[in-house]
C-alpha cells in the first residue's frame, strides 16, 4: 500500500526524499492530492511496509513543515 508524507515546504520534501533513498528506502516526489487539504504541491511517497523506518527518519531530524501521513484508499488518499 502507498504511503504520503506531506510537507508544507518543497525543500524539505526533496530532503526527506533523499533520507528515504539514503535509508534504502525507494521513494519518490509525487504531486500532493487536493484530499491533503495542505502542502507545497509535493509530498514523498513509499510503500507503506517503511512506514517505521521513515517514522524513525522523521524523529531523527524534525522537519518543521510535516503536516502528516496519508494512505492510498481506493481512487483517493486518507489522512493516518
Known sequence: ???LAVFRS???TIDFVS???S???PASAV???PEAGVGCGVSA???ERFRDRALFLLRKKPYSS???MMRRVGNGYARI
Open 19 to 21: 533520507a528515504l533513498r
Open 31 to 33: 504531486s500532493t492530492p
Open 1 to 3: 500500500m502507498t504511503i
Open 45 to 47: 511517497k513509499f510503500d
Open 66 to 68: 510535516y503536516v502528516g
Open 23 to 25: 535509508a534504502g528506502v
Open 10 to 12: 518543497r525543500a524539505q
